[in-house]
């Protein structure tokens, strides 16, 4: 287990997840964190998202890495500083990942251990960064055990709808799952409710009265659910195509609108693009206030382990 990783955590698809950790990522690097995303899905959605695909200029390799690194139990060689971002490191997902699920099946038929496997090849680089962000595939399967053998915390994203709050049920049920075989120590630091339209604050309500309800009926009244959430963005995809995250497109998209002002006065050279100025617009913000009290969160909880390592040292004398 590494107890400054963490992964943004649901088997429902599209609610977010990558979304979440490209945000969460950027946002903590330009604090001054060193950071690493390790992507574990095959669909490798957090190269697009950081802006460090081919279409980039990135050196995105589809995964090739990081199942070579399983397949010989060695430290990946990560990529440094992408999307040009200090500080921010990135292992990249794709469709090597998928093979990756092949190698840890055939691993665990063989009656080998494979939870371990991801604490195998992380454990030796841990330490250089604060943060460590695993991004998983919707589907569950053995990539999950892994990544939830090594990380300490979870953060649930929930969206509006029924079929969320299954969501939600099914990843505290593998969060379980997980902490009686494999991590003891996994814990979920909250949920993150997202996709709101502002204004829809009906529709907010009852969201969160139903994710309070399953809670309770859980047993987990003490999972949080955070005050701060996610608006919905027209914008989400104009950031995809870019490869920057919410902190990042707000000033892109003021610059984009203030260099169009400027051409419709001179008609100098190309019409700049028009971009979601209105969509990117708070954004920021609420990724600002939701990565805040996860960051509240996860520094508590590690200050406490900190304490009490020092403490268990401290008597062992
Ligand atoms: N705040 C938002 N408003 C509107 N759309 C959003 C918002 N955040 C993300 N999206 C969009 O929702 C879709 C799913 O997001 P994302 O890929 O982060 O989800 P995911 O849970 O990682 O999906 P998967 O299960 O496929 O890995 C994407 O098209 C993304 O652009
Ligand atoms: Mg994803």
Redesign the pocket.
């Known amino acids: 287990m590494i107890p400054q990783a963490l992964t943004w955590y649901?088997t429902k698809?599209?609610?977010?997840?990558?979304?979440?950790c490209a945000n969460h990522a950027v946002m903590n690097a330009a604090g001054g964190w060193r950071v690493l995303v390790v992507d574990l899905?095959p669909?490798g959605?957090m190269a697009r998202l950081l802006g460090f695909d081919a279409r980039h200029g990135g050196a995105d390799d589809g995964g090739a890495e990081l199942l070579a690194a399983f397949k010989d139990r060695r430290v990946p060689t990560v990529l440094r500083d992408v999307g040009g971002r200090a500080g921010l490191d990135a292992l990249p997902g794709g469709p090597a990942a998928g093979e990756l699920l092949d190698l840890l099946g055939l691993r665990a038929m063989q009656g080998q251990p494979v939870s371990a496997a991801l604490d195998e090849i992380l454990i030796p680089i841990a330490s250089k960064y604060h943060l460590i962000l695993v991004d998983l595939?919707?589907t569950w399967s053995l990539l999950h055990v892994v990544a939830l053998s090594t990380v300490r915390f979870v953060v649930i994203?929930a969206e509006p709808g029924d079929l969320q709050i299954d969501g939600v049920a099914h990843a505290l049920n593998h969060v379980a799952e997980i902490q009686a075989r494999q991590n003891p120590e996994l814990e979920v630091l909250g949920v993150a409710v997202?996709?709101y339209r502002r204004g829809a604050t009906r529709r907010m309500a009852e969201g969160r009265a139903d994710l309070a309800g399953l809670l309770t009926d859980m047993d987990a009244p003490d999972v949080e659910v955070f005050e701060p959430w996610?608006?919905?963005?027209d914008a989400?995809?104009e950031m995809?195509r870019l490869g920057r995250v919410a902190i990042e497109h707000e000033r892109i998209a003021e610059e984009a609108r203030r260099r169009r002002f400027e051409w419709l006065r001179t008609r100098d050279g190309q019409q700049p693009p028009s971009l979601n100025v209105d969509g990117a617009r708070g954004?920021a913000d609420d990724y600002a206030a939701v990565i805040s009290t996860v960051n509240d969160r996860f520094r508590t909880r590690l200050d406490a382990t900190r304490a009490t390592m020092a403490a268990v040292a401290e008597a062992g004398r």
Do not use: F, M
């Open positions: 649901a698809g599209g609610v977010g997840k990558s979304t979440h899905d669909q959605n595939p919707p994203p997202g996709k996610i608006r919905h963005t989400a995809e995809l954004l």
